[in-house]
């Protein structure tokens, strides 16, 4: 006896109360035990197909079933009526030229209708609404999973159909279709056929929709957690990803919503399972963001014996920090201010020349430290990466006379910088010192630092599979961009590109992509494309609103509130974000003014990476406030506010992707010059 459980199963669970889960997880789980189902009040359906069943939950509420043998399907869950609707509308048939395992929707058909009009007294025929498959063949769309059913019915589409792809079609033949609307190419999405006699449900696209469950710790783990698709279904290209063998160090990009933390957790758990012997080291760059994967990783395992155990969990500085501890002792890190202040103290005794100590500083942060720069010989020549102000002789001179007093100072009070600690680990691992770890994956690797850069390639050393990163380059927000090859870490060849959001409705990504370039390229020559990105679920427009002050502002974010409590959007799946703490009393205030209690979330735009939540409301995007006026004012380097000005539009960006299903932006006039990007190309 097998279980399986859909995707259209955990989202139809997601949909129930608190209550109603639990009464249909307890029913699941007694199906799983006694696979005839007794006491269940299983009942065959008089629908399309023949193997459809269901189960009684409650006096209301029924899961639909897809029963083969002593073999079950968990496929939809719902009120009564909701459930037999569903049921009656749905089968399940191997698609006939892939082979995959789908849920194919009923259709009536309909003789299709031709795209060219005549309109009385008009000389010419007048085009109806764009059809964009209009002219496709049945071969070709039947070679990415379009249901034979469905080929006409697709034709027939208009433009302003092409939200709905989602929900009608299966998953592959609908990404395939929506890339081919939005001017990618169809034969990219071409499905690789089945093998006479393979089971239809482990095609690599049925696997997106479809997983068999083991155990009875594996089907409680995936029903506790609705939302959490990921921990149960994967996309066929990240699961290549997953899996595959690597000769050298491997990135997975996409922008915000593809399921590069996905790939990166899953990747964790597949080195951990292939290898019983491996310890493996999953680390990001925020404490936050690293209880996070934490608790999905807990999630992921839950059931699967000791692979989480095998798996350590840290932020990358957290584990430096050990691992320098263990070698040299525990350091003295120094501050940013104590760091400020001997440069200062410098400049106050006359060292430096005519150069500002807030340049000085930069240049301490951004080249000096952050390259390990050790002799004025070396500062002299090296190149100045992230640094555009040209510096001549005597300038670097009389910098350098600053900088060795700082590395004085540093190293009379026993004092070490982030920098310096992973330059003395790398220098050990030259040496022969080697890390307890076997693979290293790393989630947001957009913001590693110079020094963790040089320290990961040193540590992986070129083996095989030792190191896995994922990250987007549109969501660096705290890094000057550098080149990874030149410190050992070349990617180039091995860098992969996820085009499907998960999290973010098609209107939220469609809206915050105008903030970005349709491709970003690094500083290897690697590009990251934008373009043929689908999202696979549809939503209510963001909503930009500018107000006259502050008291208007919050009446507007308040009224927002209680439409998301109207809307059964819980307290805690809501995120209130400004550009810095100075604003969060305006978000306060809008929480207290909407009555909505506890719950609600308030973080500033760096602090809400890799963050998510159902509904978010981005406040305060004024014209004094974004970008940050008082950020730019401090940058002693004019050239380097070009670079400053777009890290803060990716800012804008990042908190904008923080939300699935519901945006809301707002401000006070005129607001701030990025909403004019967010508004082009429509009205929102």
């Given at each position: 006896?097998?279980?399986?459980?859909?995707?259209?199963?955990?989202?139809?669970?997601?949909?129930?109360?608190?209550?109603?889960?639990?009464?249909?997880?307890?029913?699941?789980?007694?199906?799983?035990?006694?696979?005839?189902?007794?006491?269940?009040?299983?009942?065959?359906?008089?629908?399309?197909?023949?193997?459809?069943?269901?189960?009684?939950?409650?006096?209301?509420?029924?899961?639909?079933?897809?029963?083969?043998?002593?073999?079950?399907?968990?496929?939809?869950?719902?009120?009564?009526?909701?459930?037999?609707?569903?049921?009656?509308?749905?089968?399940?048939?191997?698609?006939?030229?892939?082979?995959?395992?789908?849920?194919?929707?009923?259709?009536?058909?309909?003789?299709?209708?031709?795209?060219?009009?005549?309109?009385?007294?008009?000389?010419?025929?007048?085009?109806?609404?764009?059809?964009?498959?209009?002219?496709?063949?049945?071969?070709?769309?039947?070679?990415?999973?379009?249901?034979?059913?469905?080929?006409?019915?697709?034709?027939?589409?208009?433009?302003?159909?092409?939200?709905?792809?989602?929900?009608?079609?299966?998953?592959?033949?609908?990404?395939?279709?929506?890339?081919?609307?939005?001017?990618?190419?169809?034969?990219?999405?071409?499905?690789?056929?089945?093998?006479?006699?393979?089971?239809?449900?482990?095609?690599?696209?049925?696997?997106?929709?479809?997983?068999?469950?083991?155990?009875?710790?594996?089907?409680?783990?995936?029903?506790?957690?609705?939302?959490?698709?990921?921990?149960?279904?994967?996309?066929?290209?990240?699961?290549?990803?997953?899996?595959?063998?690597?000769?050298?160090?491997?990135?997975?990009?996409?922008?915000?919503?593809?399921?590069?933390?996905?790939?990166?957790?899953?990747?964790?758990?597949?080195?951990?399972?292939?290898?019983?012997?491996?310890?493996?080291?999953?680390?990001?760059?925020?404490?936050?963001?690293?209880?996070?994967?934490?608790?999905?990783?807990?999630?992921?395992?839950?059931?699967?014996?000791?692979?989480?155990?095998?798996?350590?969990?840290?932020?990358?500085?957290?584990?430096a920090e050990e691992l320098y501890?263990?070698?040299?002792?525990?350091?003295?890190?120094?501050?940013?201010?104590?760091?400020?202040?001997?440069?200062?103290?410098?400049?106050?005794?006359?060292?430096?020349?005519?150069?500002?100590?807030?340049?000085?500083?930069?240049?301490?942060?951004?080249?000096?430290?952050?390259?390990?720069?050790?002799?004025?010989?070396?500062?002299?020549?090296?190149?100045?990466?992230?640094?555009?102000?040209?510096?001549?002789?005597?300038?670097?001179?009389?910098?350098?006379?600053?900088?060795?007093?700082?590395?004085?100072?540093?190293?009379?009070?026993?004092?070490?910088?982030?920098?310096?600690?992973?330059?003395?680990?790398?220098?050990?691992?030259?040496?022969?010192?080697?890390?307890?770890?076997?693979?290293?994956?790393?989630?947001?690797?957009?913001?590693?630092?110079?020094?963790?850069?040089?320290?990961?390639?040193?540590?992986?050393?070129?083996?095989?599979?030792?190191?896995?990163?994922?990250?987007?380059?549109?969501?660096?927000?705290?890094?000057?961009?550098?080149?990874?090859?030149?410190?050992?870490?070349?990617?180039?060849?091995?860098?992969?590109?996820?085009?499907?959001?998960?999290?973010?409705?098609?209107q939220i990504r469609a809206m915050?992509?105008?903030?970005?370039?349709?491709?970003?390229?690094?500083?290897?020559?690697?590009?990251?494309?934008?373009?043929?990105?689908?999202?696979?679920?549809?939503?209510?427009?963001?909503?930009?609103?500018?107000?006259?002050?502050?008291?208007?502002?919050?009446?507007?974010?308040?009224?927002?509130?209680?439409?998301?409590?109207?809307?059964?959007?819980?307290?805690?799946?809501?995120?209130?974000?400004?550009?810095?703490?100075?604003?969060?009393?305006?978000?306060?205030?809008?929480?207290?003014?909407?009555?909505?209690?506890?719950?609600?979330?308030?973080?500033?735009?760096?602090?809400?990476?890799?963050?998510?939540?159902?509904?978010?409301?981005?406040?305060?995007?004024?014209?004094?406030?974004?970008?940050?006026?008082?950020?730019?004012?401090?940058?002693?380097?004019?050239?380097?506010?070009?670079?400053?000005?777009?890290?803060?539009?990716?800012?804008?960006?990042?908190?904008?992707?923080?939300?699935?299903?519901?945006?809301?932006?707002?401000?006070?006039?005129?607001?701030?010059?990025?909403l004019d990007d967010l508004r082009?190309?429509?009205?929102?």
């Amino acid at each position: 006896m097998t279980l399986q459980l859909s995707s259209t199963y955990t989202d139809s669970l997601g949909k129930l109360t608190h209550n109603e889960q639990k009464q249909a997880n307890l029913t699941a789980m007694a199906l799983f035990l006694d696979p005839k189902g007794a006491g269940l009040s299983l009942e065959r359906l008089n629908t399309a197909d023949k193997h459809i069943w269901s189960a009684r939950v409650s006096q209301d509420i029924r899961i639909i079933l897809r029963r083969d043998g002593d073999d079950s399907l968990l496929a939809y869950v719902g009120h009564h009526d909701d459930a037999y609707r569903w049921a009656e509308r749905r089968k399940f048939i191997p698609h006939e030229r892939t082979g995959a395992m789908q849920i194919v929707e009923v259709v009536e058909r309909e003789e299709v209708a031709d795209p060219l009009v005549y309109t009385e007294g008009a000389s010419q025929p007048q085009k109806k609404e764009a059809q964009p498959f209009w002219a496709l063949s049945d071969d070709q769309m039947l070679d990415v999973g379009v249901p034979r059913d469905w080929l006409d019915p697709v034709r027939a589409m208009g433009e302003s159909e092409l939200d709905t792809l989602f929900e009608r079609l299966p998953a592959e033949a609908a990404e395939a279709l929506y890339d081919f609307a939005t001017g990618g190419r169809l034969e990219d999405h071409i499905a690789k056929p089945a093998q006479p006699g393979d089971d239809p449900f482990t095609h690599p696209d049925a696997q997106r929709r479809f997983r068999v469950l083991d155990n009875i710790e594996e089907l409680q783990a995936a029903l506790d957690a609705p939302f959490e698709k990921w921990a149960v279904f994967l996309h066929p290209v990240q699961r290549e990803l997953v899996g595959r063998e690597v000769t050298g160090p491997t990135r997975v990009t996409g922008s915000a919503g593809t399921g590069k933390t996905i790939v990166a957790l899953h990747r964790a758990v597949h080195l951990a399972r292939d290898d019983e012997s491996a310890r493996i080291l999953l680390t990001t760059f925020s404490e936050e963001l690293a209880r996070s994967l934490a608790g999905k990783l807990g999630l992921l395992t839950q059931g699967q014996g000791g692979l989480s155990e095998r798996t350590t969990v840290r932020t990358l500085d957290q584990a430096a920090e050990e691992l320098y501890t263990a070698q040299f002792g525990s350091p003295t890190r120094a501050t940013p201010s104590q760091i400020r202040a001997m440069i200062a103290e410098a400049t106050a005794a006359g060292l430096g020349g005519e150069l500002t100590p807030q340049f000085l500083l930069e240049e301490w942060t951004e080249l000096v430290d952050a390259w390990g720069v050790t002799d004025a010989e070396s500062y002299a020549t090296i190149p100045r990466i992230g640094r555009r102000t040209r510096l001549g002789p005597r300038q670097r001179e009389a910098a350098w006379a600053v900088f060795d007093d700082v590395r004085q100072r540093l190293a009379q009070r026993g004092l070490v910088t982030w920098a310096m600690i992973y330059g003395r680990l790398t220098e050990w691992l030259r040496d022969g010192g080697a890390l307890p770890f076997d693979h290293v994956v790393v989630d947001e690797a957009q913001d590693l630092t110079i020094a963790q850069v040089r320290f990961l390639a040193e540590a992986a050393g070129g083996r095989a599979d030792a190191l896995f990163l994922a990250g987007d380059i549109g969501q660096r927000i705290f890094r000057l961009p550098f080149s990874w090859a030149k410190l050992g870490l070349d990617i180039r060849g091995r860098s992969h590109t996820l085009k499907v959001n998960y999290r973010t409705s098609h209107q939220i990504r469609a809206m915050a992509d105008r903030l970005l370039p349709p491709s970003i390229t690094d500083m290897d020559g690697v590009e990251e494309g934008r373009r043929g990105t689908v999202s696979v679920f549809d939503g209510p427009a963001p909503d930009i609103r500018l107000l006259g002050n502050e008291k208007a502002e919050i009446s507007c974010v308040a009224a927002w509130l209680k439409e998301c409590a109207s809307e059964w959007i819980a307290s805690g799946e809501i995120g209130l974000l400004v550009r810095s703490e100075g604003q969060f009393g305006r978000a306060r205030d809008a929480i207290e003014a909407a009555s909505a209690g506890d719950g609600i979330r308030i973080a500033t735009m760096h602090d809400a990476k890799g963050l998510e939540f159902r509904a978010v409301a981005v406040m305060a995007c004024d014209e004094d406030v974004l970008p940050d006026p008082v950020r730019l004012a401090a940058i002693g380097d004019i050239a380097e506010l070009e670079t400053a000005f777009e890290t803060e539009r990716h800012l804008l960006y990042v908190a904008c992707t923080r939300a699935r299903d519901r945006l809301l932006v707002t401000g006070i006039e005129p607001g701030s010059e990025f909403l004019d990007d967010l508004r082009a190309g429509g009205t929102a």
